[in-house]
């Protein structure tokens, strides 16, 4: 479903669907080294296969949520789109701790030295999206631009970024 998800919203998807995905309307993208596309791609590997696969996957819900955003620009969100969000949200949310909740075992595992300061922008990201959420569940229709802005935002700086800082840490612990 991830691919799918970003072919809708404009991605382009390389030679291995769900695993390569490059540009969304120019401003983010993923690239993988096994592409012939030189284009410039936005978002950086980790360099770690599953955390990779993780970043894709929560890139995949911030399309998923652009959608909908782009879906409710001229129009008030029904009871129904409600729902929709309602749900798109828990997912996003679960997802959120899922993938900190393995990364920052990583860390630890490995004795990753900023993992300290990389836990605390975890935990002050994941206190911005439970604020979102308070925002959704009172039906605030000004939440719509802001979260997306917000996944967008986050995903492209901290991955490339911060979550970039440990890649040659990791690879020089053999993980790949």
């Known amino acids: 479903m991830p691919a799918e998800n970003c072919r809708r919203a404009g991605w382009q998807s390389g030679p291995a669907p769900g695993r390569n995905l490059c540009r969304r309307y120019t401003m983010f993208g993923f690239k993988s080294s096994a592409s012939k596309d030189t284009s410039h791609c936005l978002l950086k590997e980790v360099g770690i296969a599953e955390i990779n696969k993780q970043h894709l996957r929560l890139a ?20 129904q789109d409600w729902r929709r969000i309602d749900a798109l949200l828990s997912k996003i949310m679960r997802y959120v701790a899922k993938h900190f909740s393995e990364e920052e075992a990583l860390m630890r ?34 939440f719509k631009k802001k979260m997306s802005s917000l996944l967008w935002d986050w995903l492209y700086h901290h991955i490339n970024e911060i979550d970039y800082k440990y890649r040659e840490f990791f690879l020089g612990k053999g993980l790949s």
């Not at 399309?63 to 029904?78: A, C, K, M, N």
């Not at 030295?113 to 039906?139: C, G, V, W």
Request: cysteine-free.
């Open 60 to 79: 995949s819900y911030a399309v998923e949520f652009s959608l909908i955003v782009d879906e409710l620009s001229d129009r008030e969100p029904t009871n």
């Open 109 to 142: 595992e490995h004795g990753y030295p900023d993992y300290a300061a990389h836990k605390k922008l975890h935990d002050k990201f994941t206190a911005e999206m439970l604020k979102m959420q308070s925002e959704i569940n009172n039906r605030n229709i000004k």
